[in-house]
């Protein structure tokens, strides 16, 4: 259950996870990690975890074809604990090795992989027990060639099991975005919160934007990562699952900002990995599955008749492919 994952032109590299969530159910952490090819349905298992964990990050480093795995929980002398661990897996050799240990001992953050090639952390947990650690608002990160993490600002607000993206957009129309977007997740008190943070890179500093049309409960983003849209995933009062697009991102602090297209998805996504499949602009759903089995619910853009009116209204270009910057079609 709950294993994590990043995506990279059509593959995912999937990581990790537990087993066990019943009341008087042991969770035991997960050292499975696999590469799923979304075009095919493929699934290659790769080289095992160096230390099984939950409650991690899966970061694509894309400049150096590595994939991270950040942090988690996982089990030391019979016990869960938090690690501030960094292995860092690499695609060639498919070997094992160690990165730059995080500050602390970290799980329930997030993190990306940004446009000046670092990997960038923030928010989450000192240990798995919620009842008694407090809300990290610290953010971190790793700069190319780097050994150590270089703190940065804090968010504005304290949150953990939120979501993370990051935005590359040189060629813009407008102004060049070059952003990191934090939403939703858990508050210090436990409550959901109704806000994203942007991370300028130039100015390097958190803004807070709270708007009437970012709902409650935000669980998972993505990134048209070179056009400036965002797409957010979120639970009503229903449990139904609600995709939002979002352009027009310059104008998101303005309070009549209303560049927002709202899709009811026919099935529920919530616990599940978002993966965005840039070649085919797909977006699949990986529901929680016991290794080896995996189900898989796919939104294909091009051909889903759900929402599909709505999306190609927020994407005005839907047809354009994203693959032009990326050259990486890594296979063992």
């Known amino acids: 259950m709950e294993p994590k994952g990043d995506a ?55 400049s150096d074809e590595e994939i991270w795995i950040l942090g988690g929980v996982v089990q030391e002398g019979g016990k869960n604990v938090a690690t501030k661990s960094t292995h860092i897996y690499d695609t060639a050799l498919n070997k094992w090795k160690s990165g730059p240990n995080l500050p602390t001992p970290l799980c329930q953050f997030a993190a990306c992989y940004t446009s000046t090639k670092s990997v960038l952390i ?68 436990g409550q959901y919160l109704e806000s994203i943070e942007i991370y300028r890179m130039d100015s390097q500093q958190w803004t807070t934007v709270i708007h009437p049309l970012f709902k409650k409960a935000m669980f998972g983003v993505y990134t048209r990562r070179w056009k400036a849209e965002l797409i957010t995933f979120s639970e009503d009062e229903e449990g139904k699952t609600i995709m939002q697009i979002m352009t027009s991102l310059s104008k998101i602090h303005e309070p009549d900002w209303k560049d927002v297209a ?69 296979n063992p």
């Not at 990690?33 to 298992?45: A, E, I, S, V």
């Not at 099991?161 to 977007?181: G, N, T, W």
Request: glycine residues 8%.
């Open 122 to 189: 923030s928010g989450g947990r000192k240990s798995s027990n919620e009842t008694a650690v407090p809300v990290l608002p610290t953010a971190y990160i790793c700069k190319p060639e780097a050994t150590s993490w270089e703190k940065i600002c804090n968010l504005n607000i304290p949150r953990y099991s939120h979501s993370m993206a990051a935005l590359f957009c040189d060629d813009m129309i407008e102004e060049p975005r070059h952003e990191v977007y934090v939403l939703g997740g858990k508050g210090i008190n």
């Open 8 to 62: 990279v032109g059509c593959f995912a590299f999937i990581a990790g996870g537990y087993a066990g969530q019943g009341q008087n159910e042991k969770i035991t952490p997960s050292d499975q990690f696999f590469r799923y090819q979304m075009l095919t349905g493929d699934k290659l298992p790769l080289a095992n975890l160096p230390q099984a964990t939950y409650w991690h990050e899966v970061v694509v480093h894309v």
């Open 262 to 330: 709202t899709v009811d998805l026919p099935f529920s996504v919530k616990g599940s990995l978002i993966l965005p499949c840039v070649q085919e602009l797909n977006l699949e759903f990986l529901e929680e599955h016991p290794s080896p089995g995996i189900t898989v619910k796919e939104f294909e853009c091009t051909t889903c008749n759900s929402g599909l009116s709505a999306y190609q209204q927020a994407t005005n270009q839907l047809s354009d492919t994203l693959t032009s910057s990326l050259s990486w079609n890594w």
